[in-house]
C-alpha cells in the first residue's frame, strides 16, 4: 500500500496528526489514537495534550502492581485496560514503563517495575500480553537507560555496554521476545551521547536486528530533534507533530536520506493499523469487575514490612477503640502526577471501608493529625496512623531531593507512640522512603504504595485479616540515602549522569558488599508462615536445569509466597553480583497445605556479556542455586555445574601469556612450539610468583631470547590456534 502514496504522503505518516492520533492520509490510511495508559487510560475529552481525561479506571501503578509479583494477575489488568481502549476509542496504550529504579530519587519510579530487569521483565511482557489479547497495541517505553526526571530531554546517560546488557536491556528484551509487542517508544534522553531517537545502535542493531522486534517505534512526546537523522537510525514515529513534514522530503530529494528508509517507516504505520484493526471491539466495560480487580491488586501488592507481636490482622468484631489519624485515610494518595494521570471512575478511602468492615463493637475514631490526634491516641487501644509523601514531592518531570517522609509526619508518629504503644504505620508513596529513624516508633508497618481507585477498601481488607499481605518488595529500602549505590552520580551534572555503579544497583550492590540495609529486596511478611524444602536441581539438557523446591503454610492463615530463585556467583575478587534473580512464583496456599514451585534455568542465567567477545559468556564451573523468601532470606542452596559454552576466545599477538596457557588450544600449540625451540625456557621450570607476574604480558612482547620467538613465529602459533579452534 505504501507504493499508493507520494514521498510526502509517506513522510506524513511519520509524524502525528494530533496530539494523540497519527495522520489519514486520504482512503488509504486512518488515524490511530494513542492514549497514555501504564495504569489507566488517560483519554484527553477534547483531544489536546493537558486536558481532563474521561474517566475509566485507575489502576494501582506499576510500583504496586509489580510488588504483587504476580504475572497472571498483571496480565489481567493489561486485558481490562485493552477492553477499556476500546470502548474509547483507543488503539494504542502507552506502556508499559519497564525502566530499571536506579535510584529511589527518580521522580518516576512509581511508573516502574522494579530495581531489577527479571522482575521487570516478566510483570512488563505479562502487561503486554493482556493488552494486545484484545487486539489493542501496547507500547514498551522508555527505550532506554531512562531513569531519571532531571535534564530528562537532553541528558546523556554515560554506561558501558556490559551494564547496559546485564541491567538496563534484559528486561526491554525479555518483552519484545515474549510477548511482541506493538510499538516500542525511544526515550528523551542520549546513551553516551546518542540521543535515543537518532540511535541506530539501538533502534536498529539491537532491538530488530539483534531481537527480531517486528513493530513500530514511536518518540516520546517531543523527543525528536532531527527527523531525518531519527528515522536512519530506525524511528518511525515522531510524536506530537511539529510540522517537520518537509524535513524529511527535503533530506530524501537532497541525498541525505534514502527514500526506501521513508517508504519502510510508513509502511510500518501501515502494519501497525492492520493489526489494531483485528482487535475486538467493545461499547463499554464491567466499571464494577475492574473497580474489584484493582482492589485486588492492590491488595496483592501491599507489602507487610514489620508486623512485632502480631499487631495486626485487628479482629473487627472485638472490643476495640482504634483511632484512625492522617488525612491520606480520608483523601487518599493512589496515583503519581504526570502524563499517567487517571480520572478514576470511582475513589474508594480507607475511613469509610474500615467503618464498613468494623464490627458493632468496634469504635473508630478519625482526626487529621495535630494535637487532636494525640488526644484521640491516648484513648485508643490501638493507632492505625496513615503516612506518605505528598504528590508534588515525587511526579513526572522532576526528581526527589530525598528519601525522607515530611518531618511533621515523622513527629506526629512519635508524639502518638508515646501515648500509644500499638500503632501501625499505613504508607502511601510511589517511591521508597527511608524508614530507619522511624520504625522503631511503630509496632506494625504496611507498606501500601499507591493503591488505584480502589486501594482504599483494600487497606480495610487487609488491617481486618480478611486477606492475608503477600506483596514483596521490588526495590531494596536502604537505611539512608548515601547507601544507594547511584548516590554520588545521580542525577549527574554538565548535562551527563555518569552510571559509575555499573552493574551494581539495588541488592546487587547490597548484597555483594554486605551493606546493612533497612528492608532487603524480595521482602515482605504474611499473616502466615511458609516452610521450604526439598531442593532438587535436575539437570535437564546442555545448560539446562529444572529447580524445584515445596512450600508448605505452616500457619493458621491462608496465605501466599512468592518463592524467589537466585543464582550465585562466588568469586574470591567479584566480577559480578553476589547473586542475582533469576526466576520467581507466587503459590497461594491454605493452612498445612503444600506445592511445589518449579523454575526453569538455561545457560543465559548464567552468562556474562563479553564486550570483547561481544556477546553472551558462560564460563565453566560450579555455581549456587539459592531458594528463599528474599535476596537476604535464602532457605535452601544446592549447586548445579556447567561445562560452558565450550567457546573459547580468539587468540592474537596482544593476547596475554597467561590467555594463551590457559587456552585449549592455543595453550598446547605454545607448549608444543617452547619445547621444540632449544633455547627457550621451559616453563614448568619457572617459578610459579614468576611466572605468575608476567602471566599479564601480551605474547608478542616475549620476541627475544627468553622464549624464542619472533614475529613470525607468534603469526605462525595465532593462525594455527585460530585454525583448530
Known amino acids: 500500500m505504501t507504493s499508493d502514496l507520494s514521498l510526502a504522503e509517506q513522510a506524513s505518516l511519520t509524524s502525528g496528526g494530533t496530539a494523540w492520533t497519527t495522520k489519514a492520509v486520504r482512503d488509504v490510511v486512518r488515524e490511530l489514537r494513542l492514549s497514555d495508559g501504564p495504569h489507566g487510560l488517560r483519554r484527553p475529552q477534547d483531544g489536546s495534550l493537558l486536558s481532563p481525561s474521561v474517566p475509566a479506571t485507575c489502576f494501582p501503578p506499576a510500583v504496586t502492581s509489580g510488588s504483587t509479583w504476580d504475572p497472571a494477575l498483571v496480565r489481567r489488568i493489561g486485558a481490562a485496560l485493552a477492553r477499556e481502549a476500546s470502548a474509547l476509542g483507543v488503539d494504542v496504550i502507552l506502556g508499559p514503563g519497564i525502566n530499571i529504579k536506579r535510584s529511589p530519587l527518580c521522580g518516576r519510579n512509581f511508573e516502574y517495575f522494579s530495581e531489577d530487569p527479571h522482575v521487570s521483565g516478566v510483570m512488563g511482557a505479562a502487561l503486554v500480553d493482556g493488552v494486545q489479547s484484545l487486539g489493542i497495541g501496547a507500547c514498551v517505553k522508555h527505550f532506554a537507560v531512562n531513569n531519571q526526571e532531571t535534564d530528562r530531554m537532553r541528558v546523556s546517560a554515560d554506561v558501558d555496554e556490559r551494564t547496559l546488557r546485564e541491567l538496563y536491556l534484559p528486561a526491554f528484551e525479555r518483552v519484545v521476545r515474549e510477548a511482541r509487542p506493538y510499538t516500542v517508544m525511544a526515550a528523551y534522553n542520549r546513551i553516551n551521547g546518542v540521543y535515543a531517537c537518532e540511535n541506530r545502535w ?34 518511525d514515529l515522531q510524536m506530537p507533530p511539529n510540522g517537520t513534514d518537509r524535513q524529511v522530503t527535503a533530506a530524501v530529494e537532497e541525498g541525505r536520506l534514502d527514500r526506501e528508509v521513508v517508504t519502510t517507516a510508513a509502511g510500518r504505520v501501515l502494519r501497525l493499523q492492520e493489526r489494531v484493526d483485528q482487535a475486538e471491539r ?78 458493632p463493637e468496634l469504635q473508630l475514631t478519625f482526626s487529621p493529625g495535630g494535637s487532636t490526634a494525640v488526644a484521640d491516641a491516648a484513648e485508643a487501644d490501638v493507632v492505625l496512623l496513615f503516612l506518605g509523601l505528598p504528590e508534588e514531592s515525587e511526579m513526572e518531570g522532576q526528581d526527589r531531593a530525598d528519601i525522607a517522609l515530611p518531618r511533621h509526619q515523622v513527629d506526629l508518629l512519635r508524639e502518638v507512640a508515646a501515648v500509644c504503644p ?52 521490588t526495590e531494596s529500602i536502604p537505611l539512608q540515602l548515601q547507601d544507594v549505590p547511584s548516590y554520588l552520580h545521580f542525577p549527574g551534572q554538565d548535562g551527563h549522569t555518569v552510571h559509575g555503579e555499573g552493574r551494581y544497583v539495588g541488592y546487587r550492590h547490597y548484597d555483594t558488599l554486605d551493606v546493612p540495609v533497612a528492608y532487603p529486596f524480595g521482602h515482605g511478611l504474611s499473616y502466615t508462615t511458609f516452610s521450604y524444602e526439598g531442593l532438587e536441581v535436575e539437570k535437564t539438557g546442555e ?102 559454552d565450550g567457546i573459547a576466545d ?10 594463551w596457557l590457559g587456552h585449549p588450544v592455543g595453550g598446547k600449540l605454545l607448549r608444543q612450539r617452547l619445547t621444540e625451540h632449544p633455547g627457550a625456557v621451559k616453563l614448568d621450570d619457572v617459578d610459579s610468583m614468576v611466572l605468575s607476574a608476567v602471566a599479564q604480558i601480551p605474547l608478542a612482547k616475549f620476541t627475544g631470547p627468553i622464549l624464542g620467538l619472533t614475529p613470525e613465529a607468534i603469526a605462525a602459533l595465532v593462525a594455527a590456534a585460530q585454525e583448530e579452534s
Open 202 to 235: 539501538l533502534l536498529t542493531q539491537v532491538l530488530r536486528e539483534e531481537w527480531g522486534f517486528d513493530g513500530l517505534v514511536m518518540s516520546d512526546w517531543g523527543a525528536v530533534n532531527d527527523r531525518a537523522t531519527s528515522l536512519a537510525a530506525g524511528l
Open 282 to 359: 467493545f461499547d463499554d466495560w464491567d466499571a464494577d469487575a475492574h473497580h474489584e480487580l484493582a482492589r485486588e491488586a492492590a491488595r496483592a501488592g501491599a507489602v507487610l514490612l514489620k508486623n512485632d507481636d502480631g499487631l495486626l490482622p485487628l479482629d473487627p468484631m472485638a472490643r476495640l477503640k482504634v483511632a484512625v489519624i492522617g488525612e491520606f485515610a480520608r483523601t487518599p494518595r493512589y496515583q503519581g502526577h504526570g502524563s499517567s494521570r487517571v480520572t478514576p471512575t470511582r475513589l474508594d478511602t480507607a475511613w469509610d471501608a474500615l467503618r464498613q468492615a468494623a464490627g
Open 422 to 473: 500499638r500503632v501501625a504505620v499505613v504508607l502511601a508513596n510511589g517511591g521508597v522512603v527511608s524508614v530507619s529513624n522511624w520504625r522503631d516508633d511503630a509496632q506494625a508497618i504496611l507498606e501500601c504504595w499507591l493503591g488505584g481507585q480502589a486501594g482504599g477498601t483494600a487497606v480495610a481488607d487487609l488491617v481486618f485479616g480478611a486477606h492475608s499481605p503477600s506483596g514483596k518488595l
Open 543 to 644: 545448560n539446562a536445569w529444572t529447580v524445584r523446591v515445596t512450600i508448605t503454610n505452616t500457619g493458621s492463615h491462608p496465605g501466599a509466597e512468592v518463592v524467589q530463585l537466585y543464582v550465585a556467583f562466588d568469586e574470591p575478587h567479584p566480577t559480578r553480583p553476589r547473586h542475582e534473580l533469576r526466576g520467581f512464583t507466587k503459590l497461594p496456599l491454605q493452612p498445612g497445605a503444600s506445592a511445589q514451585a518449579e523454575f526453569r534455568l538455561t545457560g543465559r542465567d548464567l552468562a556474562w556479556y563479553s564486550t570483547k567477545r561481544g556477546g553472551w559468556r558462560i564460563d565453566p564451573g560450579t555455581f549456587t542455586v539459592e531458594v528463599g523468601a528474599s535476596s537476604r532470606d535464602i532457605r535452601l542452596r544446592a549447586e548445579l555445574h556447567t561445562p560452558g
Open 650 to 659: 580468539e587468540l592474537t599477538g596482544a593476547s596475554s601469556l597467561g590467555e
